[in-house]
Nanobody
C-alpha cells in the first residue's frame, strides 16, 4: 500500500482544513487507518484512527471534538477534517495504514510522506 497525503497549508487560528490520504492498492479497505503528526522539535504523536470494517473512530484528547476522521473505501481515501484549528496544531501530518487497531506507531506498516499544516495566531 502506498499512501499520499495532501491538503495541508497555512491557515489562521479558528479556521478549518481537510486533509486527504489517497492509497494505492486493492487491499486498502482491509487496513485500519491512522493520522499522526509531528510538531517542530517534538516527537510524532497519534491524532486519530479509523477501523477498516465498521469505521470505528478514536481521537487524541487534544483534538477530540474538533477533528473528524472518515474514510471512503470506494475512493481508497481517508480524510481528516480539522476544525477550530489552534497554533498548537501546527505540525506535519502523516497518514498510516496498519492491520491492528492501535494508537501506537509500531502498529502501522505503511506511511505517507506527510503534509504540513501551519496555524497562525
Amino acid at each position: 500500500v502506498q499512501l499520499q497525503a495532501s491538503g495541508g497549508g497555512l491557515v489562521q487560528a479558528g479556521d478549518s482544513l481537510r486533509l486527504s490520504c489517497a492509497a494505492s492498492g486493492r487491499t486498502f479497505s482491509t487496513y485500519h487507518m491512522g493520522w499522526f503528526r509531528q510538531a517542530p522539535g517534538k516527537e510524532r504523536e497519534f491524532v486519530s484512527r479509523i477501523t477498516w470494517s465498521v469505521g470505528s473512530t478514536y481521537y487524541a484528547d487534544s483534538v477530540k471534538g474538533r477533528f473528524t476522521i472518515s474514510r471512503d473505501n470506494t475512493k481508497n481515501t481517508v480524510y481528516l477534517q480539522m476544525n477550530s484549528l489552534k497554533p498548537e496544531d501546527t505540525a506535519v501530518y502523516y497518514c498510516a495504514a496498519g492491520t491492528v487497531i492501535t494508537t501506537t506507531e509500531a502498529g502501522y506498516h505503511y506511511w505517507g510522506q506527510g503534509t504540513l499544516v501551519t496555524v497562525s495566531s
